[in-house]
Nanobody, 122 residues
Framework: QVQLVESGGGLVQTGGSLRLSCAAS????????VGWFRQAPGKEREFVAG????????IYSESVKGRFTISRDSAKNTVYLQMNSLKPEDTAVYYC???????????????WGQGTQVTVSS
């Protein structure tokens, strides 16, 4: 069992920055890949960025590459998403998810956090 708790969402102007945090707990969290996903109103949930816990690689969707950075602090069991140069189209509820499979595939995510709202005003 893995528990995920997100924090750090809010309202920001276009071009601004936010940092999201995902605190993970559970005995086997190191066996999972953790990712950030988002869901805008009327749209399907989509992959944003991911990081396998044991491997130091990062994966991004094309829409956020170069603007967002995912990182982890193993000592704190926390994964971060630093979001820079935010655009109105980044507005969504952002979720943290964990999976033993391909972190880019939403349907393969096993555990979800409760989500945090990010709103970018124009």
């Amino acid at each position: 069992q893995v528990q995920l708790v997100e924090s750090g969402g809010g309202l920001v102007q276009t071009g601004g920055s936010l940092r999201l945090s995902c605190a993970a707990s559970g005995r086997t969290v190191s066996d999972y890949a953790v990712g950030w996903f988002r869901q805008a109103p009327g749209k399907e949930r989509e992959f944003v960025a991911g990081i396998p816990w044991k491997v130091g690689i990062t994966i991004y969707s094309e829409s956020v590459k170069g603007r967002f950075t995912i990182s982890r602090d193993s000592a704190k069991n926390t994964v971060y998403l630093q979001m820079n140069s935010l655009k109105p189209e980044d507005t969504a509820v952002y979720y943290c998810g964990a999976t033993r499979a391909d972190v880019r595939v939403v349907v393969l995510v096993t555990y979800w956090g409760q989500g945090t709202q990010v709103t970018v005003s124009s």
